[in-house]
């Protein structure tokens, strides 16, 4: 119901009336008028509100603000004795503020660190690091009327609020609010008709600036947003069962609806479109308005530093590389270049090389943000070094302390002789020469000669040598020998093979200490073959089948197997009735049509019917694989495609 200035008297009269409302009955017995609905209640609340501002000085208790904002759904009701709160949106937990004032609505001013709050037509402000306080009556820029604010919203430096009560000089709509004059002025009115809306929670999404609102009248109610244009568009209706939502927060891209009475403040995720799991409210009693803000806390200010070293032969200037060749000694000047990456000015400063030592200790500097500075050292280097810079960066009162770190390194491009060896192993029957392959195969067991070969490939001569075969075992064990650079040293070493073997060497060199240690390895084998072995073959399944039209054609496996112990070689082929008379088969094919099946392997053959060209009915045929299994040289598979006619079948027409 919308209330208007020309019924403010019987609005008074109501808003007088809305403690302790009960049924009566005239004095003709008739029963009294029903109780007004909540909208009735707000609107008549709101319109007494501007006819009688109130005195803005209210009592409160001692307040301590919160050390750190740890929940950010900010809420109240009209309800001087209920406090506000702090509401943690992931547990429902909620953390008492003050009492002592009305919560109509409430904005959060994060570039201040201010929430704004209504107490209907009077604006306070409560300072995140201080006491709340009420600051003055809004007033209409163009009649200087108490204007009635219902809910408060704020974004990029401007203070919207939403008027549910409306006049020819200011209507209902929603007006910005100059916190210093506490001047209303109009800002949209809304493009439906005024029916339609009863806009009490009002918050602008600080992802899209986008305004909303929480509309209690039944053809629009829900959540909506507010266009530039005043057009109002239903995002989400309310939960089942609500009808009177008054407080609006948005924050963390969710929309949170905030009741005035116990039980569930609702949230609408804006990415899923749906509402999720409701907060628990703190309220212990009903009201008529409910308020709410989310605070957004800045980030706190942190240091941060880049560190940059290069190294080159210029002392009067910032190399561009961090590394460097030298041929020789001589000096180089090394560069720490810091970069204040952070937000804070950092005053003092220690650099720690660990090359150099230190290089700056408690150094007063005040390094801004943005801002860098470096530093050079000259030093001679002869050898290759690598090394790191710490550099430590701080301020005093309070302590901010920031590190970083970055390598240099100059490399000494000076030959170094160093040791490398290669190893050869061969294996052959001749007992007083080395063979030149790796591999032998015998025809049965017998003595074989293996041949070691040592070559330094390195700069340095090796004095001591050791040789280790997995199968022969130590055949060397801390030997002197001087194998000087390209020189090479042959051993040799008889065994007799009963058994397959490959086995490798491993031949170590170096000096006495031991220092310049290399080893290398080779490997051979010999092939000794199993007395008595043969191939084994099993041909699954036992026979095969196919139904195909004239057209078609498909396919079916065949699998080989060898469970002997020696190599199965076996080749496939078909015959019309039995496998001594083999011949081809126009509707069958193989693939592979031969090959080779290790001890313990299978093989897969793919058969593939086709029925063109073949007549209809039964067609018989063999599959036949051929091996070198003694027991079974040929297996025999039949295989049987059966040919159907095409039918077609029409539909049967019934006539009377």
Known sequence: MKFRILTIVAAMSLALGLVGITLALAQDGAPAPAAPTEAEREAAAAAAMEAHPPAIARASTVFTPPAVISAPLFVGVDEPTEFTYLVDPATSDAYPLFDGFDVWGAAFD?????????????????PLDGSPGALGIVRSDTSAEPLAIAGLAYHEGTLYGSRTVDSVADPEAIYTIDPATLSATLYLTYNVPIDQTDIGGLAVDPATGDLYGTNDAAALRGLVRI???????????????????????????????VTDEPGDFYVFDFATLTYTTPITNPWTTSEIFAGAAWITEPAAPTPSLILTKTVGLDPNTCAKTASLILTETMDVTYCYTVFNSGDITLTHHTLEDSALGNLLD????DLTPATSVFLTETTSITRTTVNTATWTAYTLSPTDTVTATATAVVTMNVPVAE??????????????????TTSLALTEPGE???????????GVTLTRHSLEDSALGSLLDDSPYELGPAASFSLTQTASITQTTVNTATWTAYNVGPTDMVSATAAATVTVPVIGAAADIDVAPASLSADLIPTGQTTAGVTISNSGDANLTWTVFFAPFECTTPGALL??????????????????????FTAAGSPLGDLMGVLCVSSNDPDEPVVSVPLTLTLHEIRS?????FKP
């Open 419 to 436: 040791a490398a060896i290669t190893l050869t192993k061969t294996v052959g029957l001749n007992p007083n020469d080395c063979a030149e």
């Open 649 to 653: 079948f029409l539909p049967i027409i």
């Open 448 to 458: 074989v000669t293996y041949c070691y070969t040592v070559v330094n490939t390195g």
């Open 227 to 257: 266009g530039a244009d005043g057009n109002v568009t239903v995002v989400a209706p309310y939960p089942a069962g609500q009808t009177d939502i008054d407080g609006l927060a948005i924050g963390d891209g969710r929309a949170y609806l």
């Open 362 to 365: 408690d150094f007063p500097y």
């Open 110 to 126: 994060a570039d201040n660190r201010r929430v704004f709050f209504s107490l209907g037509t009077p604006l306070a402000v409560w």
């Open 587 to 608: 509707w069958a094919s193989a693939n592979p049509t031969g090959g080779t099946t290790a001890p313990g392997a299978a093989s897969d053959v793919t058969v593939t």
